[in-house]
């Protein structure tokens, strides 16, 4: 079993800056790949970022890219998301998820991929 609980959202203005947390707890952290998902109200959950197991490659989805950094501290148990110039579009909850497959080749963006989800935290871009 894994327990992800995400912290740090909140409400910005457009053009602010964002750090979302991850902690873990349970099944080995640092093997398996961690993603970050968002979900808008009437929207699908939808792909953000990931980062590998072992941390040395990401991969963001268009939209967040050159904004957006993910990172990962392995002795922490943690995954982190940098948001940087947010906009009003990026307004949804955030969910951190683990990757069910042990220390993953290539990283996924698809969400069956994972099998376990925090509660996710609201983020608020105000215009």
């Known amino acids: 079993q894994v327990q992800l609980v995400e912290s740090g959202g909140g409400l910005v203005q457009a053009g602010g800056s964002l750090r979302l947390s991850c902690a873990a707890s349970g099944r080995g952290f640092s093997d398996y790949a961690m993603g970050w998902f968002r979900q808008a109200p009437g929207k699908e959950r939808e792909f953000v970022a990931v980062?590998?197991?072992?941390?040395?490659?990401?991969v963001y989805t268009d939209s967040v890219k050159g904004r957006f950094t993910i990172s990962r501290d392995n002795a922490k148990n943690t995954v982190y998301l940098q948001m940087n110039s947010l906009k009003p579009e990026d307004t949804a909850v955030y969910y951190c998820?683990?990757?069910?497959?042990?220390?993953?080749?290539?990283?996924?963006?698809?969400?069956?991929?994972?099998?376990?989800w925090g509660q996710g935290t609201q983020v608020t871009v105000s215009s």
């Open positions: 980062i590998k197991w072992s941390g040395g490659s990401t």
């Open positions: 998820a683990a990757d069910r497959v042990f220390r993953r080749t290539v990283v996924s963006s698809i969400k069956i991929n994972y099998n376990y």
